[in-house]
């Protein structure tokens, strides 16, 4: 379906008046008081580990906004973090929490009930899961 040149700039009209209007989310939500950033992972790789029936490793580079707390959650297989920036608090059901500065890393056993926090500065780390192929990478926990 291709539009005709007036439909077009009604189309263009109608969609940055919903937006001046708020009735569609702006692009510039930086100003505004209630918007929250959120957490970006960047997958470096994602591959099938050779010799290894069914397993493949994932490596990540996630930044975590300050004051951000994950929901409980486990993974199927090992995963291991080291932070490059920041401050991030490993809580685990059952044990003390763990805080991890720059330049520590932690490993979390499969089926561990977990999450993460960060304080005033956020957290930037670089995360390395080894599980089985085809099963998601996560799971949310009660």
């Excluded at 007036?6 to 008081?33: H, K, M, N, W």
């Excluded at 490993?90 to 003390?96: A, F, G, S």
């Excluded at 089926?111 to 390395?128: K, N, P, Q, R």
């Amino acid at each position: 379906m291709t539009l005709s040149l007036r439909a077009y700039r009604l189309l263009l009209l109608l969609i940055l008046t919903c937006v001046g209007s708020g009735a569609l989310p702006s692009f510039a939500q930086a100003e505004d008081e209630s918007f929250e950033p959120t957490v970006i992972a960047q997958n470096l790789l994602r591959e099938a580990i050779e010799g290894v029936a069914d397993k493949e490793v994932m490596v990540n580079r996630v930044s975590f906004p300050p004051h951000t707390e994950l929901p409980w959650h486990w993974h199927p297989g090992e995963e291991i973090f080291y932070v490059i920036e920041g401050v991030v608090t490993l809580k685990r059901r059952d044990q003390p929490d763990q805080s991890v500065s720059a330049g520590g890393a932690q490993k979390i056993a499969p089926e561990v009930i977990h999450t993460g926090l960060t304080g005033e500065e956020g957290a930037e780390l670089v995360i390395f899961r080894v599980h089985t192929s085809g099963l998601p990478e996560r799971y949310l926990a009660e």
